[in-house]
């Protein structure tokens, strides 16, 4: 297991990597990714071992890229292709990757995790009554049951695919460090402009908030991992909790 692994998502403190890549030998690509690639430089995503995680809106990479960085699969936070990896007019997104490009589902480590598959609005109305996000699912799960059962294209909850992506790589390489570019949590602009609608401020909505509280659990989850952040947004008065 490498002992040092980067997760970048697309906020504005994504440009930090640049000084940073050589560092890694594992790291973790974030959506639409491939205008952050050509922008950054491809020689700062050479001789790594690439997963690239999406959400079921996210696109693949163009140029070429999973074959010139020999990106090995693509990692979803879906339970079941079949009936999560999907739009909301039931058509599966298989077919926009390349074929014979895995896809893969959340892995065993990881299906216990995340939170109940509610609205954000639910999940946040009540986040912060409970310091452990588990003793949250315990409530939700006991008081929300009609709601969770109501849900269909999900099986469990992340506020964002960079929290999925920030929890899946703490969870399946157990790092002693892990750094993070871009995770900015909607507070800048986005890296890369793919339309109008990510030139959205959201540090009011409650995807937002609710995506602070993960991750800051994910911090005193994981005490023996020393976290480093480029972004100056998430400000955690914790003792593995670091800016640069």
């Known amino acids: 297991m490498p002992k040092r692994i980067a997760v970048l998502c697309r906020g504005k403190s994504l440009g930090e990597y640049r000084n940073y890549s050589h560092l890694f030998e594992k790291i973790y690509i974030v959506a639409r990714f491939y205008k952050e690639i050509k922008k950054l430089g491809i020689k700062h995503f050479e001789d790594k071992k690439i997963i690239h995680v999406v959400a079921r809106t996210s696109q693949p990479l163009r140029y070429g890229f999973y074959d ?114 871009g995770l900015d949590m909607y507070a800048a602009l986005t890296y890369i402009q793919y339309s109008q609608q990510e030139f959205r401020t959201l540090m009011d909505d409650n995807i937002t908030r609710l995506g602070v509280y993960y991750i800051k659990q994910l911090v005193e989850e994981y005490k023996n991992v020393k976290f480093y952040s480029s972004s100056k947004v998430l400000k955690f008065d914790l003792p593995n909790w670091n800016l640069f």
């Open 68 to 181: 010139k960085l020999n990106i090995p699969y693509v990692q979803t936070f879906c339970h079941s292709l079949e009936k999560e990896f999907k739009s909301s007019y039931g058509k599966s997104h298989i077919d926009k990757y390349p074929k014979g490009l895995p896809i893969r589902i959340v892995p065993p480590c990881m299906r216990k995790r995340g939170l109940e598959p509610l609205s954000a609005e639910i999940i946040e109305e009540y986040c912060h009554d409970f310091k452990s996000y588990k003793k949250l699912n315990a409530f939700l799960k006991k008081n929300k049951a009609r709601e969770i059962s109501l849900t269909k294209r999900r099986t469990r909850y992340w506020p964002t695919t960079g929290v999925f992506a920030l929890d899946l790589a703490l969870t399946e390489n157990k790092p002693k460090e892990i750094y993070l570019f």
